[in-house]
Nanobody, 128 residues
């Protein structure tokens, strides 16, 4: 079992920054923590959920979507079992619910799917 809880969403003006956090827990996660890849997806109103970023807890290697690569950074704190998403230069089109995800994988995930563990999401709203 893996439980994921996101935090850090909110309202920000365009051009501003936010840092999202995701706290991971659970028996399976605790037993195999380094064997997990974690990351983020987002879903904007009326749109499909899209991949944002993935990071291997084992190697630290990352995959970040081209659309946000220059502005978003994914990182982790293995000791605290926390995943982060630093979002800079936020744009109106970044408004979405951001979901934390996890999968058993030594390599950073390049796309998330319904079989992965998911958090409940945190809303990011960007105003003009």
């Amino acid at each position: 079992q893996v439980q994921l809880v996101e935090s850090g969403g909110g309202l920000v003006q365009a051009g501003g920054s936010l840092r999202l956090s995701c706290a991971a827990s659970g028996r399976t996660f605790s037993s195999y923590a380094l064997g997990y890849s974690m990351g983020w997806s987002r879903q904007a109103p009326g749109m499909e959920r899209e991949f944002v970023a993935g990071i291997s807890r084992f190697s630290g290697r990352t995959n970040v979507a081209d659309s946000v690569k220059a502005r978003f950074t994914v990182s982790k704190d293995n000791a605290k079992n926390i995943l982060y998403l630093q979002m800079n230069s936020l744009m109106l089109e970044d408004k979405a619910v951001y979901y934390c995800a996890a999968r058993g994988s030594l390599s950073p995930v390049v796309t998330w799917n319904a079989l992965d563990a998911w958090g409940q999401g945190t809303l990011v709203t960007v105003s003009s």
